[in-house]
């Protein structure tokens, strides 16, 4: 097991050390500068805003420049923010983001893992039916479009909750958000769930476990669950990847300051460093859920753990 | 009363039935033996008797179990049966264990869920019945995931857990068709040493194996119980044509009918061949270790060995599919190339394969036509379309199938035809050598007789030489000429059919015979001559690598790896071939017992 | 699937043919009939924009694009995900571990924001939306034709084709790829959505196709700022947009079910 550990941590480097300077290059090859998009400014003043933004160096230079800077935590200054770092930027937006990200997982995971399973115990039933009718509904309709018509019919029409953030009381204002955001993965989770279950269910040491008196209940918790989850660990990786998109939307339709927004806004300002970094830090973040759940499916199958 | 009474037992899917009207009854502590053909209804009759069977079976008629019924009983209420009363061995047990969970905790939930017992008293039950099924190291074992243990040690878990609650009835379902035929004896031992005052209900497709041990038969065939009674009388005198055509087609090891010997002229010679495989990690694995053989023309030479043995790896390494390590290959007299695609059109065409699995070896994506015919776009370019279709038409008739079937797509077809469209396609070369690997395995009494003839009658039409793989002595006593022996990776014995049955003289021959059970209850019940299972190849015993199961061991076996020498009429690799034909084994509790 | 396949069709021929019939111009900005409610009756089906442009011809025009941009992008990510997954598959071994892992790193990377790099390095250009949307979607397409590959070549019938003298390019076109392509068309389907997604994701944020060219998810955008008075214009095309998608997956879906039912897994 610790040996397995240790080489999923060696095999995250490469990765990690790729995402850093795939996305430098993809940035720096890219024609014109940040501040060409608007007037043409004097050559003095453009000579020195290269130079104080070590634009000048040659290429490798800048990307080792930006390496050890990114060991000390350090992502360099905002084009646009001027008086901020993109670590300080990150550093503001991110908590927010990952409350509501985390409480939206957590949603997910609950509801999605109880509605498979339940569907996967009524094969072919209306309960069976209507779960998977809500679950093709939930990946068929994008974030961008369940968020506006939410707030829409709930918030505008209905004012049962606030549609908006600044303002609104505490806990109300965070459930239209987590909803909206975990929506997708809980149909996503329970389609996951649901298949797999069917397919644990069907295998043969399940038959032993119902010929050994063991009644549905303790065969799904004692025999099914483990084995049926696998699919779902293997779905978090990518799951956390579609909350951070989910999240950018979110933030944008219920105007929550968090690092999507931040994200958005830099993008659109074409803020190259604070993009640069935010992407580094998702992708980072990715990285290292990826090696939790490669740890945790060592876990859970003796077999993978031998490999 | 009896135990079990079952009365007009149906059990169909969507209209159709698959068990139909089945009545039979077990007693207290009686051991019945249930047999038929795949499809004829047995595993179904056993699984109505928990209850199991899936959701859409429809089910009618009586199971009554010391008078209570189970058709359409509750859950709960069947669930205090199963496992507690009437408990349930499957065939593969690497299946019907969970892979995710140690053995301690699978086995201790039984005894939870049943609230027998709980926490160290369950523990202890558990470990002790682990002793009790011959698991040397049952702390170990009892620690120990499925993966870890070997086949025969699954099984006699699957036992334990079965017999941990001390049913009144168990119910086994195939309990050895997974398992090496030296494993199998093993563990037939245990079970009749195990169950006491337990009823059985043992269900199987081999006759040899109820022969000796079950006091009661049931001949099922086509979802009916066509047959019942006692086993001695029913096997002397059975009444039923059917049960009189299962009893034809059991192979036997002890009789056999001897083949008139080939031709002593070696078309095909094996020198020296090893293949060595690398294991994910990097370990070497010698599959095959230095063989050398050769094939005479017009013979059918079979390679008979357990799993590991190195007898596939070895036809693939000659037909160049895997590549070979080291050693030479002579075909007709000149040196047959490695791998198969530096072989010539001449050489691919002289020598086919047959392969174990039908389905697999068909392309599902084209018509029994089109694979027959395939071969000739490859070998036979100058030929129009028309033509080829015709000559794979006649092929088609040659194996027996009718030309309808030209237009089917492999899965339309059962398994011996489609073993059939296999062969065919291998034949239309008309090839001087075909390899047989298990290709009779997969198949039923029936199919597996046709499948025989169909190489048969090629053989004696073209004097076509046969290397037939196999791990059913049975089937290979009736077509051989030859016989070859292999164990991890070596050639222990070769010799002529009828020395080789008569007389076997490697030690492993004689338990590998020995461990056959005879379909015929008059025979002699041999205990398992053998302990323990085949060392794993990656790290393969010292010296002669059969030493550490071998009842004549002494310490000269450990030290030096014997050579094949000639030991009156047969080649044999044992260093005490010559004087163990008459010494009598150690009994078996001075053996290693099962553990790895 | 059928009832999906149908409606699917029905979009299409609409969206490709109703542009071209219509009176109205998708870009044709009229200010004296902004925001004007859908109404069968009337001039505007679907009602008017901001600019009081046809909404009915802009939805049009943005299931064109949007469909446009998901075929394509499939089509490039199932180029590049059979190619690489067959040769992995087929050559096996060293090249498959290594061709795999390379793979696997790359689907540890969040795909969806280095395209938003890219929009924000290089000027937004359709081009690029093609070619970065069939780039994420081909890891998919590679693993699980290499898988497929992998386990035909395993099969018996490839060594017995072996065994008969058929060359490698031919047991490649007769006896893998015939076998390969079941599956393929499967996952093509369900890449369809995945890439509709992306792209009006893009879309919504700005970072898509430009004014006034439109797609579904420029539409939703472009709703969300007047959902308050004129809700039409975020429901029609969200709509049509859920629609699509939930008959692209249901097709999916149904294919896969039939293809594993087929093979008997």
């Not at chain 2, 030489?465 to 077509?479: K, P």
């Not at chain 3, 109205?24 to 924009?49: C, E, K």
């Not at chain 3, 901001?50 to 992008?73: E, K, Q």
């Not at chain 3, 790829?177 to 996952?187: C, D, M, R």
Request: glycine share 8%; charged share 20%.
């Amino acid at each position: 097991m610790l040996r397995y550990t240790l080489l999923r941590l060696l095999g995250a480097i490469p990765t990690l050390l790729l995402v850093i300077v795939l996305a430098f290059l993809m940035v720096h090859a890219a024609p014109g500068g940040p501040f060409d998009s608007e007037r043409a400014l004097p050559p003095e003043v453009a000579e020195d805003i290269e130079k104080h933004y070590r634009l000048d160096e040659p290429l490798p230079q800048q990307l080792l420049r930006y390496m050890s800077g990114l060991l000390q935590g350090d992502l360099g200054p905002s084009y646009r923010y001027r008086d901020y770092t993109v670590s300080e930027l990150i550093a503001s937006g991110f908590p927010l983001s990952l409350q509501i990200g985390a409480l939206a997982m957590g949603l997910a995971l609950i509801v999605g893992v109880g509605a498979g399973t339940l569907a996967a115990q009524r094969k072919n039933t209306l309960v069976d039916r209507i779960v998977m009718g809500f679950a093709m509904t939930g990946i068929s309709i994008p974030v961008f479009v369940v968020a506006p018509v939410l707030v829409l019919l709930v918030a505008v029409k209905l004012h049962w909750l606030p549609a908006g953030w600044s303002g609104s009381p505490g806990f109300a204002k965070y459930v239209l958000p987590v909803i909206t955001l975990a929506l997708p993965q809980i149909a996503y989770i329970a389609r996951l769930t649901r298949a797999s279950m069917i397919d644990v269910l069907s295998r043969d040491y399940i038959r032993t476990a119902y010929a050994q008196g063991l009644g549905t209940k303790a065969i799904i918790r004692v025999h099914a669950l483990k084995p049926a989850m696998l699919p779902v660990l293997s779905y978090m990786g990518p799951a956390v990847a579609a909350v951070l998109t989910g999240s950018v939307v979110i933030e944008e339709v219920f105007g929550i300051p968090g690092l999507g927004q931040f994200f958005v806004r830099g993008a659109l300002n074409r803020d190259y460093t604070l993009v640069l970094g935010i992407v580094i830090f998702y992708a980072t973040l990715i990285v290292l859920l990826n090696l939790i759940v490669d740890i945790l499916y060592g876990v859970i199958d003796p077999r993978v753990r031998q490999r | 009363m009896s135990l079990l009474e079952v009365s007009g037992l149906r059990i169909s899917y969507g209209g159709s039935s698959v068990v139909d009207g089945v009545d039979f009854a077990v007693a207290n502590g009686e051991s019945v033996g249930v047999v038929g053909e795949s499809g004829s209804g047995k595993s179904q009759t056993a699984l109505a008797l928990l209850g199991l069977l899936p959701a859409d079976a429809v089910v009618e008629g009586s199971v009554e179990f010391d008078g209570q019924q189970i058709i359409g009983a509750p859950e709960e209420k069947l669930n205090k049966l199963r496992g507690t009363r009437i408990a349930m061995i499957f065939q593969d047990p690497m299946q019907a264990l969970n892979p995710y969970l140690r053995v301690g905790r699978q086995l201790s939930e039984v005894l939870r869920q049943h609230q027998l017992a709980e926490g160290q008293q369950a523990r202890k039950t558990v470990l002790e019945m682990l002793t009790r099924v011959g698991l040397s190291d049952a702390e170990r074992q009892y620690r120990a995931y499925p993966h870890e243990l070997s086949g025969g040690m699954r099984q006699r878990v699957m036992i334990a857990s079965a017999l941990i609650t001390g049913p009144d009835l168990l119910i086994a379902d195939e309990p050895t068709t997974a398992l090496d035929v030296t494993v199998q004896a093993q563990i037939l031992d245990l079970l009749e040493e195990l169950r006491d005052d337990t009823a059985l209900l043992l269900i199987t497709h081999d006759l040899g194996i109820v022969a000796g041990r079950c006091e009661r038969l049931l001949v099922f065939e086509g979802g009916q119980l066509v047959e019942s009674g006692a086993t001695t009388s029913l096997f002397a005198a059975p009444r039923h044509e059917h049960t009189r055509k299962l009893l034809e087609a059991a192979p036997r090891v002890d009789v056999g009918k001897t083949l008139a010997p080939a031709a002593d002229k070696s078309i095909l010679s094996v020198e020296d061949v090893a293949v060595q495989y690398r294991s994910n990690r990097g370990e070497k694995l010698d599959a095959v270790t230095s063989v050398s053989l050769s094939l005479r023309e017009g013979e059918t030479l079979a390679i008979v060995g357990e799993s590991g043995s190195g007898k596939s790896s070895l036809v693939r390494g000659l037909l160049g599919l895997v590549p070979m390590s080291s050693g030479k290959l002579v075909f007709a007299g000149e040196a047959l190339s490695g791998p198969v695609q530096k072989r010539t059109l001449q050489e691919l065409k002289s020598l086919q394969l047959v392969f174990q699995d039908p389905v697999s070896a068909l392309n599902p994506q084209m018509t029994v036509g089109k694979i027959v015919a395939e071969p000739l776009e490859v070998h036979a370019k100058g030929i129009s379309a028309s033509e080829r279709e015709s000559r794979a038409l006649k092929m088609l008739s040659k194996v027996g199938l009718d030309k309808a079937l030209s237009d089917r797509y492999s899965h339309q077809l059962s398994g011996g035809q489609a073993q059939r469209v296999a062969i065919a396609r291998a034949l239309i070369l008309e090839p001087k050598v075909l390899v047989c690997d298990e290709a009779v395995a997969a198949l039923d009494g029936s199919a597996r007789e046709r499948v025989l003839d169909v190489i048969k009658s090629a053989q004696a039409e073209t004097g076509l030489s046969v290397i037939f793989i196999s791990h059913d002595l049975g089937v290979v006593r009736s077509v051989s000429h030859r016989v070859a022996v292999m164990y991890l990776g070596r050639l222990v014995e070769i010799a002529e059919n009828g020395v080789l049955f008569a007389t076997p003289r490697h030690p492993y021959t004689r338990a590998l015979l020995a461990s056959i059970p005879v379909a015929d209850p008059r025979a002699k019940i041999v205990r398992a001559p053998l302990q323990g299972e085949v060392p794993s190849a990656l790290e393969p015993p010292a010296g002669c690598v059969f030493h550490t199961r071998c009842p004549f061991v002494d310490d000269a076996c450990k030290a030096s790896a014997p050579e094949l020498r000639d030991v009156a009429g047969s080649r044999v690799a044992c260093l005490r071939a010559g004087q163990i034909q008459n010494a009598t084994e150690k009994p078996p509790s001075e053996l290693p017992s099962a553990h790895r | 699937m059928k009832k999906s396949v149908a409606i699917l069709i029905l979009i299409l021929v609409i969206a490709i043919v109703g542009p071209w019939i219509s009176p109205h111009d998708y870009a044709a900005v009229d200010f004296s009939r902004i925001l004007q409610s859908p109404s069968l009756g009337g001039m505007h089906w679907f009602g008017t924009d901001a600019l009081g442009r046809d909404l009915f011809v802009r939805t049009l025009l943005g299931i064109r694009v949007t469909l446009l941009v998901a075929v394509v992008a499939s089509l490039v990510s199932l180029v590049i995900g059979v190619t690489y997954g067959a040769v992995a598959g087929y050559v096996g071994g060293r090249v498959d571990a290594i061709m795999m892992r390379f793979v696997d790193t790359l689907y540890a990377l969040p795909f969806i924001f280095f395209v938003i790099l890219l929009m924000v390095a290089f000027e937004r250009n359709f081009f690029l939306i093609f070619v970065a949307i069939g780039a994420i979607n081909w890891l998919d397409m590679a693993r699980i034709v290499r898988g497929q590959t992998l386990s035909l070549r395993e099969r018996e019938f490839v060594d017995a084709a072996k065994l008969i003298g058929v060359r490698t390019p031919q047991i490649i076109s007769r006896h893998i790829a015939p076998n390969l392509i079941g599956i393929v068309v499967v996952y093509v389907t369900l890449t369809i959505p995945q890439a509709i997604l992306v792209e009006s994701f893009l879309s919504f944020l700005g970072l898509g196709v430009q004014e006034p060219q439109t797609s579904l998810g420029a539409l939703v955008d472009e709703g969300v700022n007047h959902m308050e008075g004129a809700s039409w214009l975020l429901l029609i095309p969200a709509s049509l947009l859920a629609l699509i998608l939930m008959c692209f997956n249901f097709l999916g879906d149904g294919l896969r079910d039939h293809f594993d039912a087929r093979n008997g897994s």
